[in-house]
């Protein structure tokens, strides 16, 4: 069966395909399938046999990062909001692992995602391993191998797609922005509460404890540069 032909111009560097993608460091590029021909089905054959989770971006294998920090943050939040939609018949939330196409060749997996009765009137998780599903609310616990590029495209396709708000936590910052649209956000520090608003309505978590088993990041030591000889 041929491949699929490629998502980029026959005269496009590597350079192109990262700059297109965020300038993502290129150690999270699969190569096999090649850059701009990857489908949904290498997207499930890499997680069945190669055990990697791989967003589908631009015909891309794009290795999805993330730390024990990172990953310990979305599950204790995943955990909290699926609790909390649980017991409020708001919806499901699902962890760093749930696959979604967002649209036509765009399979994203935030860190956290919560999705409404509305977009699911069955009211059943999907059996789809990739359905065809925006989240209401998308978590991004971001990593040291996310760039500023990358996770700026990410909030593009998310509203784009239908997502109504974005939580962006940033471990090293101990803050958490909120972000209605590509380019407007609001800001929490550890002194804030971070609130479910409109999606998740009552729920409330204070950010001090989100972040309580997170190690502050250390301060760097201002250099005192030497004089040079007069």
Not at 210 to 225: C, D, H, Y
Request: aromatic share 6%; glycine share 10%; hydrophobic share 40%.
């Amino acid at each position: 069966m041929p491949r699929t032909r490629s998502a980029f111009p026959k005269d496009a560097t590597l350079a192109d395909v990262l700059k297109q993608l965020g300038d993502i460091s290129p150690r999270r590029i699969r190569i096999n399938p090649a850059p701009g021909t990857a489908t949904e089905r290498d997207v499930l054959a890499m997680l069945d046999h190669g055990n990697r989770l791989c967003e589908l971006v631009d015909g891309t294998l794009v290795e999805k990062v993330m730390g024990y920090e990172e990953g310990y943050l979305a599950l204790w939040l995943g955990g909290l909001m699926g609790l909390y939609a649980e017991e409020h018949d708001l919806g499901i939330a699902a962890g760093a692992d749930g696959t979604m196409r967002l649209m036509p060749g765009l399979v994203r997996i935030p860190d956290v995602s919560f999705v409404g009765w509305e977009r699911l009137p069955s009211r059943k998780c999907p059996k789809e391993p990739i359905p065809d599903l925006v989240p209401h609310l998308a978590v991004e616990v971001v990593s040291e191998g996310n760039t500023p590029g990358e996770m700026q495209r990410k909030l593009k396709e998310y509203f784009l797609a239908g997502v109504e708000i974005v939580w962006m936590v940033e471990p090293d910052k101990r803050i958490v922005d909120i972000y209605t649209a590509p380019d407007e956000h609001t800001r929490l520090t550890e002194a804030d509460t971070l609130e479910g608003g409109n999606l998740l309505p009552g729920f409330r978590l204070p950010l001090k404890r989100l972040f309580a088993r997170i190690e502050p990041q250390p301060r760097r030591r201002r250099s005192r540069g030497r004089r040079g000889a007069q």
